[in-house]
């Protein structure tokens, strides 16, 4: 551990260098995570794990996936998707 001996101002404008860069990356973070949206359409879903749009339909089919059909367009929520992916992944290596 280092001892530093210095003025006011110069601590002062540390402390205000710190925070702002602090709070930078609070804020580039936050703006990240609220683009995600909470819903996925299946293109999304299967470009998301890597697998095809037809997967993704067929795990819907299935009923592995939880998914509601708003028209013609299949919504799969995205906290769900992540849930059912975990367990379709247990299910593929168990015998």
Request: aromatic letters at 6%; charged letters at 35%.
């Amino acid at each position: 551990m280092k001892i530093i001996v210095t003025n006011q101002e110069d601590l002062e404008a540390l402390v205000k260098t710190s925070v702002v860069q602090s709070l930078d990356q609070y804020y580039k973070q936050k703006s990240r995570t609220e683009k995600q949206s909470t819903n996925l359409s299946v293109k999304e879903a299967a470009q998301l794990v890597k697998v095809s749009e037809l997967t993704i339909r067929n795990y819907i089919k299935k009923g592995l996936i939880k998914a509601d059909r708003i028209g013609n367009r299949i919504i799969i929520n995205r906290e769900k998707f992540e849930d059912s992916i975990k367990e379709v992944k247990s299910l593929k290596y168990r015998r």
